[in-house]
């Protein structure tokens, strides 16, 4: 018996939905309504449009066989009914029938379905401050408004930009700006790092860096107070609480939030934050109306709490399971690991899991594993230093999270992808430890960089290894009398630690080579706490565990080491 | 109290083990024994030794902090002696001691042990054919003989060379001749394909296109059956039942055994192929004796069975596990899943798991799913195709392995990296339908490969893909009376599809755009089976799914299209 579905939203979920459906079910009755004139395409793809890499928005709603994905697309190729210029202005839940607006005649109807899918996205956030509606001011809602901003770029009318926004679309809005079109561009994030709630502080001050070092100003800890004009209502500076940053275009990128209007209206299950609640099978409180995309709530695998996860990917994961459950099968979503990964102009930022601030504030007895490794053998040309974060929880040794910073590869994902397997299974210490990466010089170590991360974690746990926490040995680095027992024992070689030494005096900055501590030990004082530093941190355990065997328990280790501090680019490195 | 451990073996489990047990226990005693003079190399990294991509043999055994391991660096660093040019020839067992000589002096004497661990490694094989021993044949036993070939080849001496297997070895062995140095480089191996039991045939013909591609001869089905010297004693040639292939240089690559014989001769339990018997803890069958690296047997997690898996990375693993278990811990070596990876030119092939063939051979139901995705979103720049195949078992539902081939980047090591962790753990289909990997169009697909390749597998389960097999569709192109009743269908643009139709006949070569199928399906015959042809297969696919639903179930689906068939190199593709 033939079935009339209908899916309201064109993106992601929407459009993977129905054919899905099509394919299940041939003969059933399929139909898109969206209120847009463009629909399927990769939203995540704007900042690449934007900045030239893809030359033609076209290339955004295209199949990879080279075909726009347009109303005709759908109807020849997949036999799906596409209604653009749309509007779903209400369900009517006894009738089984939305009501619809054409918004190019007005035109209202009815539109009866057996069941329905609610695939309606995500829309930005809008602050709440005066400016938001001058000419210039732009959120990154749609295909249209990427087609407006990369012309106005085109015509020379950016010299100066304001991204409002240190979260992903707003870094790679900057990148945009800078990189290709030379427009001087300053960040602003309200939040004291970027990406906040997404990595810890360290890998956001990498990412800060490196954005700085490629000419994009950063301002983090700054709220964007208002936006201003001049008298033809054109956007001319955006102000904070500290400053005025003149520009000719402003980015507002400061996040999204799931449109669920119409199910709220409908009064199907709608959590305080917006996410439309499903159960496993993404079906609503209705058992008629499925839900799927950017718009929905879903579990978090490690912290089982209620979550936000806009990610294109996940759209059309749940786009097809959401076709599977109303074509009548079985078929879950688990939940998510929060997988992210970045292109920030030659470096590469991901993460998986939760972060070691998440991890503390979830009340796990977390601690964390960060080490600075090479991205593939270390005598294998072209290798780099990677930086990762392995978040587990002691008492459980289950890893909750992995972070990386590195080169522009395709090496970090390799890291974020298998430990995202690993963590949605409930992967602990072990499991991580004995993973096994395939190994070949121009892609990987003998002990992989994610072997690595989980033999430091096992040697936290295990007491052998006791590290200084980043910030304190930065606070005392600013201030020696922070932790006036205090004294760094420099391991690297005399020529890279005697700049050291000499900047700080010996009284704070002790050097002995880490092949000669077996034999000079007696020369470490015995009433210090001694810090010990190298440049990925891996030196300086081993130097603690002899320290240890001598009676020598005074010492912890800087973690990551010079690596790690280069990177998030304090100052008080000589030389 | 304090213990004495001795190891047998120097390279990569040997020294693992010892660093770690001084680590555990700093007071114990710890003794390397190895006969050779080089110690803890990567071995792995000779072929780019002789390429010149490392340019000294010393980086192959130095730390990323350029120190070389040798001797005095054990000593000084980690306080673990090393015995070089001495040879363990024999332990006894009841009295705790190993029979050792000095093979400089020859001097013999007992070094007694509390626990013992035998990382001997493996040893090339040597083929019984003449002329093994002649001058210029050399195998990748050591570094010694790395140092001498590209003596040989840096001093001119090498025109023209042979290798004989086309395992990882061989290949890297092949390619280092070709790309730097211009040698004319023949690679014979005697199994109908390269990389034999390790991927399936289109993924060793795959490669084998690119290694001609970059000139390296490939003769495969043919063994070498001599080596012929000149009145010197220097090879000339290499002669196989076919033909005989001047060289100058010849490198023996057709594998390597566990070497054992030290195992073997004290009593312990060893497999009839070689491999040292051990348990999850890496003990032999005398508990104060462990064994790691490649001369142990392990478990291969697939399988159940007892399997060879002679990788540096899991020496190194296996290392600290013994050192764990002999310092009186616990730490379980859980088995293996046969990772893999290898650069080959510009390409990339991995596999991890079994493959088809295996799977076959196993009992299991065996299936597969073949794709040719882009590695990234297909709009990005610099995007690429690769191919994945995902075999899984029909029954449970359990993936067994997954192979890839495409560019020299990181991006299948992601995915295999991936496959390793779940199928470690059992995975199905529906886990790597639902696995999170990070998404960015920098980095991958909204809908990624790996969840791809599980969806495909998912629907030839549910019987809604109904694919033919490349073999049976490449002997039909060969020959069309192979399957009278055959007919492929080219959905792809007209375009592409008009050299086909012309070379082949409108008889066995249909052509109808994907977009116009659903108005012209009625043109397609009803007495013959069509086999639907695209570029990636997924086209294909969903016109199966639409001729099934108007009646026509007589259709197969070529999976990965000419993506594969261009890839694998056949040579009646027009145009």
Known sequence: MSRKIVIVGGVAAGPKAACRMKRLRPGWDVTVIDQDSLISYGGCGIPYYVCGDVSDEKELRSTSFHMVRDEKFFDQAKGVTVLTRTRVTGID?????????????????????????????????DLPIPGIDLDGVFSIANLHKAIEIKKRIAQGQVARAVVVGGGAIGIEMAEAFTDLWGVETTLVEFMPQLLPRIVDWPFAAMLKTHLEEKNVRVITGEGATEIIGDDDGRVTAVKTAAREIPADIVIMAVGVRPRSDLAREAGLNVAPWGGIRVNNRLQTTDPDIYAAGDCIAVTHLV?????????????????????????????????????????????????????????????????????????????????????????????????????????????????????????????????????????????????????????????????????????????????????????????????????????????????????????????????????????????????????????????????????????????????
Chains 1, 2 share one sequence.
């Open 303 to 575: 912290t089982g709490r209620e979550t936000f996860a806009p990610f294109g990917s996940l759209a059309n994961r749940e786009g097809r399971i959401a076709a599977d459950n109303m074509a009548g099968g079985v078929s879950l979503f688990p939940g998510v690991v929060g997988s992210y990964v970045m292109k920030a102009f030659d470096r590469c930022i991901a993460s998986t899991g939760i972060s070691y601030e998440t991890a503390v504030a979830e009340g796990f007895d977390a601690d964390y594993s960060l080490t600075a490794p090479a991205d593939r053998a270390h005598f294998f040309p072209g290798e780099a230093i990677v930086v990762y974060q392995l978040v587990f929880d002691r008492k459980s040794r289950k890893v909750l999270g992995l972070q990386g910073f590195g080169m522009m590869n395709d090496s970090i994902s390799a890291r974020i992808d298998t430990a995202a397997a690993l963590i949605a299974k409930g992967g602990t210490i072990e499991d991580f430890m004995t993973v096994e990466m395939a190994y070949s010089p121009p892609f990987s170590a003998a002990i992989d960089s994610i072997n690595a991360a989980a033999y430091v974690a096992d040697n936290l746990c295990a007491g052998l290894l006791r590290k200084v926490n980043l910030d304190r040995f930065l606070a005392w680095m600013d201030d020696f009398s922070a932790e006036p027992g205090w004294i760094a024992l420099d391991i690297r070689h005399p020529q890279e630690a005697a700049a050291c030494v000499e900047k700080f005096s010996q009284d704070k900055w002790a050097a002995i080579p880490y092949p000669e501590i077996r034999e000079r030990h007696a020369e470490l004082p015995e009433d210090k706490t001694m810090v010990i530093v190298c440049d990925a941190g891996t030196r300086s355990y081993e130097v603690q565990v002899f320290l240890d065997a001598v009676g020598k328990h005074n010492s912890l280790v800087l973690s990551g080491g010079f690596n790690v501090l280069r990177r998030i680019g304090v100052d008080w490195i000589p030389g």
């Open 93 to 125: 839940r006894q009738a089984k029938a939305v009501f619809v607006r054409n918004l190019e005649t007005g035109e209202e109807s009815l539109v009866p379905y057996d069941k329905l899918l609610l695939a309606t996205g995500a829309q930005p956030i």
